[in-house]
């Protein structure tokens, strides 16, 4: 089958279309003949051997994708073959055109939901629900702060956050993505990249400041993002895209009696995957009724992965990065 392999940590170009044997599945795992795959950051961090749970070059890289289950291991409900699903993968494994993973990484989907729409659905929506409301839900009214607001995480977080009929303020890199987002009816948009944070939504929110801010950026931005909490207010560390350690500051949070947690999918999946199913549920009857869509900015071939990643490295791209194998 063909497959993307990292040989060794690096750049793009360290990724290489290899040949390599159908894998089979074992006890309790299914075997899912892929359709599409997400493009995410932590992708390109393992890529580059820094991501915290995904095990370093050589692997085949890539945590999220769609297909069907053509096999299944002892233990698995055969009933299962013939299956549409979306698949996480903190494993790795993804950019391929098979992959096995316990069979309770593969999450059914309705019948009215295409593959390209499931590998841009699985992980970022399932992040951006625990990011929202994994330690305490949203109330109406609240005000939420996303940054990196015009990336696949950063829409899914939108949609969910406008969804809880929230206020949302959005915060993107550049004016062509300000605009983006504002075209698409997001009230407010801030370009962190010419204007502070921290004053920016404090002017936006007449000094009050925001309840939730879900990071995902890291450095200096996660700094001016903490500085922007209201009283009581919390901020999510659900990624560090810009390289850099997102690094809690104790004095700021308790000036405010506000707090700062962390996410990693990787860990609910391992330690609940019931709570996995149920929000897996309620996303897709919102999905059904036509209240989250996931948006796809760019596809490419499989074989084309390296000029995948060189885009979403860029910080030029917008929505979600799709690979059709």
């Known amino acids: 089958m063909k497959s993307v392999l990292a040989r060794r940590a690096g750049g793009p170009d360290v990724l290489e279309l290899v040949d390599l044997p159908i894998p089979e599945p074992g006890p309790?795992?299914?075997?899912?003949?892929?359709?599409?795959?997400?493009?995410?950051?932590?992708?390109?961090?393992?890529?580059?051997?820094?991501?915290?749970?995904?095990?370093?070059?050589?692997?085949?890289?890539?945590?999220?994708?769609?297909?069907?289950?053509?096999?299944?291991?002892?233990?698995?409900?055969?009933?299962?073959?013939?299956?549409?699903?979306?698949?996480?993968?903190?494993?790795?494994?993804?950019?391929?055109?098979?992959?096995?993973?316990?069979?309770?990484?593969?999450?059914?989907?309705?019948?009215?939901?295409?593959?390209?729409d499931a590998a841009a659905f699985?992980?970022?929506f399932l992040t951006a629900h625990e990011a929202l409301h994994g330690v305490t839900p949203l109330r109406n009214g609240s005000i939420v702060l996303v940054t990196a607001a015009a990336g696949g995480l950063g829409g899914a977080l939108i949609?969910?956050?406008?969804?809880?009929?929230?206020?949302?303020?959005?915060?993107?890199?550049?004016?062509?993505?300000?605009?983006?987002?504002a075209a698409r009816g997001?009230?407010?948009?801030?370009?962190?990249?010419?204007?502070?944070?921290?004053?920016?939504?404090?002017?936006?929110?007449?000094?009050?400041?925001?309840?939730?801010?879900?990071?995902?950026?890291?450095?200096?931005?996660f700094q001016q993002a903490q500085g922007a909490l209201a009283p009581l207010g919390r901020i999510v560390i659900a990624g560090m895209a810009g390289g850099k350690d997102a690094l809690p500051d104790v004095a700021t949070l308790l000036d405010r009696s506000a707090s700062c947690t962390t996410l990693n999918l990787s860990v609910i999946f391992a330690h609940r995957p019931d709570h996995i199913r149920s929000v897996w549920s309620s996303l897709i009857r919102l999905y059904t009724a036509g209240k989250l869509q996931p948006r796809i900015g760019q596809r490419f071939k499989l074989q084309d992965a390296a000029a995948a990643h060189r885009l979403l490295e860029s910080r030029a791209s917008t929505d979600k990065i799709l690979l059709l194998s």
């Open 28 to 116: 309790g795992e299914v075997r899912v003949s892929v359709r599409a795959i997400g493009v995410n950051y932590a992708d390109v961090m393992g890529r580059k051997a820094i991501h915290r749970s995904i095990r370093p070059p050589p692997i085949v890289i890539g945590c999220e994708a769609s297909g069907v289950i053509d096999a299944c291991g002892a233990g698995v409900d055969p009933a299962r073959l013939q299956e549409r699903v979306g698949v996480y993968s903190p494993f790795g494994g993804a950019y391929a055109e098979a992959l096995t993973v316990p069979q309770q990484y593969a999450l059914p989907l309705p019948a009215n939901m295409p593959f390209e």
């Open 186 to 221: 997001v009230a407010s948009v801030i370009n962190y990249a010419e204007n502070n944070l921290t004053a920016a939504v404090l002017a936006a929110t007449d000094g009050r400041g925001v309840d939730l801010a879900v990071e995902t950026v890291g450095g200096e931005l």
């Open 122 to 124: 699985t992980h970022v």
């Open 159 to 181: 949609q969910l956050a406008q969804a809880a009929q929230t206020q949302v303020i959005a915060a993107v890199g550049s004016e062509a993505k300000r605009r983006l987002l």
